[in-house]
């Protein structure tokens, strides 16, 4: 097996950023660009390993905080490490539990040292700092560990992102000195908010520590769409080329493809799987609401020409029958069609890089790409309303 930290960029696009290649972990090798479907308690939510790892995803994300307070990194390190313990052979990234840092902002309180967390579990008081992230990351046993940061909201002052890279860069250092799982690589973050000098200054300094590779944080929390984009343009602006790049929490399929444009590698989100328990289908050209009254009697797949299991079994009518009633099969079988959605159009962007017509592929799929979402509730408006 290839060691552990080699990434090799095998095609470049002519007209764009976008790259092709293979990052070797300690449980085998990753094509990229690569979407990581969420597993934040040690399961993609409704699916087993198979079922996943059926769909081409060799690499799924966990996450630190919440492990470690469920069932507690301990138990986990005592049955094996997270891959045996939750079934999974292939590789595995673990964030670090800093964006709790930001998504739990009711629940904590930011020193240097750390965050103090009121456990979302008992009320109890934790601590979750540099040190104390690399030990839970080391006993989960994950392939790619992710340096504890501090993700600033949005909209936030000059000087509240100047502290949070302060302490990023701070909490690096830290994250880089301690140790690690045999294999184990780490990736650092880099923030900054929207300021530019803030982000470049910040990738410039993580990349003198000499990560394994490196994420672009702190986007996608509620800024507009311009400014995301401008966020990851200065986020790796300073990176260097032969270290994977990682754009952090990022997943509508658009946003997705205008970042691999950009020389991003690596993505992960929550929305095929998250939306697909709230009834959003999605497809080559949009998301739509499949709980929808119009859907009712609609025989057709979820998506027309779609070869995954859902689609080829059932129809629009059957699955809003079961999300409507709550049956457990409902969600599992959207969710198994959403990931599908995301593995095949991750699969025609690697090969469009490969082929040199990545540029043409752009240009199609935003031109017929839409929120048909929209689309959908304003016809529902016009006839028979919306139902559970």
């Not at 960029?9 to 990753?30: K, N, W």
């Not at 993505?267 to 929808?292: H, I, L, Q």
């Not at 469009?352 to 839409?370: L, Q």
């Amino acid at each position: 097996m290839t060691k552990p930290g080699i990434f090799e960029i095998t095609h470049r696009d002519p007209g764009t950023s976008a790259r092709r290649g293979r990052l070797s972990t300690a449980h085998g090798v990753v094509d990229t660009p690569v979407f990581m479907p969420v597993g934040t308690q040690a399961t993609v939510k409704g699916l087993t390993p198979d079922e996943v790892a059926g769909e081409g995803f060799r690499v799924v994300l966990g996450n630190t905080y919440h492990l470690s307070e469920r069932p507690g990194s301990d138990v986990i390190e005592k049955c094996g490490g997270l891959h045996r313990f939750m079934g999974w052979p292939h590789a595995i990234l673990t964030d670090s539990g800093g964006f709790q840092v930001f998504s739990l902002s009711g629940l904590r309180r930011i020193t240097d040292l750390g965050v103090e967390f009121q456990s979302h579990v008992d009320g109890g008081s934790r601590f979750l700092g540099p040190i104390e992230a690399m030990d839970i990351q080391r006993k989960l046993g994950s392939d790619i560990a992710m340096a504890f940061d501090e993700c600033p909201p949005y909209p936030c002052t000059r000087e509240y992102a100047c502290q949070a890279v302060e302490r990023t860069l701070a909490w690096a250092v830290k994250c880089a000195n301690q140790p690690r799982a045999d294999g184990q690589l780490l990736f650092g973050i880099v923030q900054g908010g929207i300021y530019e000098d803030l982000r470049r200054r910040c990738g410039r300094e993580l990349v003198d520590l000499g990560f394994d590779g490196y994420a672009v944080g702190g986007v996608s929390v509620g800024e507009p769409e311009e400014a995301l984009i401008r966020g990851l343009e200065c986020g790796i602006a300073e990176l260097p080329e032969d270290r994977p790049r990682y754009l952090m929490g990022v997943g509508l399929l658009p946003q997705m493809v205008e970042a691999v444009a950009r020389g991003v590698d690596m993505f992960d989100c929550v929305m095929p799987t998250r939306y697909a328990r709230n009834g959003t289908a999605f497809t080559s050209e949009g998301r739509y609401p499949v709980k929808a009254a119009i859907y009712g009697r609609d025989e057709r797949p979820l998506e027309e020409g779609c070869t995954c299991y859902t689609c080829l079994r059932f129809s629009r009518a059957y699955i809003r029958h079961l999300l409507n009633v709550n049956e457990m099969l409902g969600a599992r079988l959207l969710t198994l069609h959403n990931l599908h959605r995301y593995a095949v159009s991750m699969d025609e962007i690697r090969e469009a890089i490969e082929n040199g017509t990545f540029g043409e592929y752009r240009k199609e799929f935003t031109g017929r790409y839409c929120d048909i979402r929209l689309e959908h509730e304003t016809a529902m408006n016009q006839t028979e309303g919306t139902s559970g």
